[in-house]
């Protein structure tokens, strides 16, 4: 919940579309503004994907694996550690075994000892265990020394992967990437655990065109079982949500919602006191996948695999626990971090409109698996692309960088290696994360580098920070059947986000919960009923300001309390009413 420093800004209507003509006012609204202007858009059925056949070297791919299954070579699977590469590898693993795999392995880096992706060093460690393919998930893009060496091992390498290449690609057997050269798959924003379940629906389908699973006699595996991997990974790596990605992770919601998701993720769901049938993709990103992730930034990514991996419903449930345990641990971490981050602000004694366009923050306390979601917080408090960072060794520091739109943090990088060459050791990424490496010595030189290139991209309103609103509701809108409808209209997230309402409400009463979170009654004009409203993290050393009149940005929620169903509105923004009357403002894109 934010307060004060932002404003709310509406999004512009968007072009008449042929939506269904019986589709509720407030949702076509609200389709039509994200540019959704046809039915076919809505399709939500996996016939309505885009076929594998349309990536880049699938064919190739298929191939390689289909012989690696013939000959039973010893596949290694190469994770990322964080949750789209845990879901890739699960979905690997559990895939390449249902289709006969008789010799499939995994090994997960621990970032705090190898680093990301497949190193040289991961390779060396891989071939103690003698294998004959390497597959990488949710990596291996910018691997060209690991790829290399594998190669010279005599080791084959499938990279499966959805990040950005650099200027050359490595020397890998076979590359799946839609966002690689000449390829022409017209969805760029698969996950990682995307990336590797197109492969193993055209591996299945070779497989089945060449009578393998008769010959085996094994049933043919329905892949459709594992779309709860594919929608956690692609809601907790926050790519953008086109149409195949909504579709995907729509599919992998209903399976959750219809009571058949995995058991780590039905484990995981229970120690965070949620309801499967009830699960949205909010709860994915904001409940499941932080406690998956917690496992790759304090210790070893392993446990959230094994998570993902059992189908023992105890074993499940004391991995959750652990994770669970792990994800409060990084909580208390990342409080202190970002209270001394914060405090490092504070003492530049600049106000935002003096501090750097581009924030570079650095302490030698901080821990390197929480420094992204420092990041994070630091770019919302200051509505400017921010990079943390922690110390690898006595001459390495890491850094997680987080950006805002406008300012595609990878290609900014990418720019200040080419003009400084000497600078980052390091560096990959997507439009609004990424990570880098440099030595200690050159912290100084690149934070002015990094602010220059910034400044070249971004002026001063787009340092602005903004809450973007749908607009406001009438009193008849304001209604559970509505919030029903949102909640169910979905899934929403990262390019396709949740609605969000604003409006004046006079306060008819408030109070503290939880210490920090503010509970309010409102009523709206020309509304008989008093709403409920709650605003999560808004009070600050347990003081809440006192309001008589708001303007807010909301969401609309269906509150759940013993069996009871009531609508509830999730303040984003609140401030004064009788100053905020200005601060309504059109935004020119959707």
């Known amino acids: 919940m934010s307060s004060g420093n932002k404003i709310i800004s509406r999004r512009p209507p968007g072009e008449p579309g042929n939506l269904p003509t019986d589709l509720h006012p ?18 939500q059925s996996l016939d309505q994907l885009i076929p594998p056949a349309q990536l880049k070297e699938i064919d190739q791919a298929t191939a390689l694996l289909a012989d690696a299954l013939q000959r039973q070579r010893r596949i290694l699977i190469v994770a990322d550690f964080d949750a789209d590469g845990a879901t890739s590898c699960a979905l690997a ?95 760029k924003n698969l996950a990682g655990v995307g990336v590797i379940f197109y492969v193993m629906l055209a591996l299945r389908a070779h497989l089945r065109e060449s009578g393998w699973f008769a010959q085996q006699n094994i049933p043919e595996p329905n892949l459709a079982r594992l779309l709860d991997l594919v929608a956690l990974g692609t809601v907790a790596d926050v790519v953008p949500l086109d149409v195949n990605n909504r579709i995907l992770v729509a599919q992998g919601l209903k399976r959750i919602n219809h009571g058949n998701p995995c058991e780590g993720i039905a484990a995981l769901l229970r120690v965070a006191g949620r309801s499967p049938q009830r699960v949205t993709a909010m709860d994915l990103g904001y409940v499941v996948g932080p406690r ?30 652990k994770l669970d345990a792990l994800n409060r641990e990084r909580r208390t971490i990342e409080a202190a971090m970002q209270k001394q981050a914060l405090a490092a602000i504070a003492s530049l004694h600049l106000d935002m409109a003096t ?13 390197q698996g929480v420094i992204g979601l420092v990041a994070s917080r630091i770019k919302e408090h200051t509505h400017r692309p921010v990079i943390a960072f922690a110390p690898v060794s006595n001459t390495e520091i890491k850094g997680s960088a987080r950006s805002v739109p406008g300012l595609h943090v990878r290609d900014a990088l990418d720019a200040v290696a080419a003009r400084h060459p000497h600078l980052l050791s390091r560096f990959g990424g997507h439009a609004m994360a990424a990570g880098l ?19 070249r991209h971004l002026s001063d309103s787009d340092l602005q920070g903004k809450v973007i609103s749908d607009g406001e509701l009438t009193g008849e809108e304001l209604s559970l059947p509505v919030a029903e409808l949102l909640r169910a209209a ?101």
């Open 93 to 187: 693993l559990r895939a390449l075994r249902a289709m006969g795999a008789h010799d499939v392995l995994y090994l997960v880096p621990n970032r705090f000892e190898y680093g990301y992706g497949l190193t040289p060093e991961i390779v060396a460690l891989a071939a103690q265990q003698s294998p004959e393919l390497i597959i990488t998930v949710d990596n291996g893009i910018s691997s060209l020394e690991g790829v290399s060496e594998a190669r010279r091992r005599g080791i084959d390498v499938l990279v499966t992967d959805h990040h950005l290449p650099g200027a050359a690609l490595p020397m890998a057997t076979v590359i799946v990437n839609p966002n690689q050269p000449d390829d022409n798959f017209p969805s």
């Open 292 to 321: 998956l992730n917690a496992a790759g930034r304090l210790t070893d990514m392993s446990l959230g695999i094994e998570c993902l991996l059992t189908d023992d419903p105890s074993a499940a449930q004391a991995m959750a626990e």
């Open 437 to 455: 490496t440099l030595l200690r010595a050159h912290l100084e030189a690149f934070r002015q580098a990094f602010d220059e290139e910034v400044s």
């Open 490 to 590: 979905g899934p929403w997230g990262q390019g396709f986000p949740e609605p969000v309402f604003d409006g004046c409400f006079d306060v008819v009463s408030q109070r503290v919960v939880g210490e920090k979170h503010l509970k309010l009654t409102l009523r709206a004009p020309h509304h008989a009923k008093a709403l409920e409203a709650i605003a999560f993290n808004s009070v600050r050393e347990g003081q809440a300001v006192t309001y008589s009149r708001i303007r807010t940005a909301y969401k609309l929620d269906v509150n759940e309390y013993q069996g009871y169903r009531s609508l509830q509105l999730i303040i984003e923004h609140l401030e004064h009413a009788d100053t905020a009357v200005s601060h309504v403002e059109p935004v020119t894109t959707a």
């Open 355 to 367: 501090l750097p366009r581009g924030l570079c923050l650095f302490d030698e306390s901080w821990h």
């Open 26 to 43: 407030v949702l076509r609204r609200i389709y039509l503004a994200r540019q959704v202007t046809s039915a076919q858009e809505l399709e």
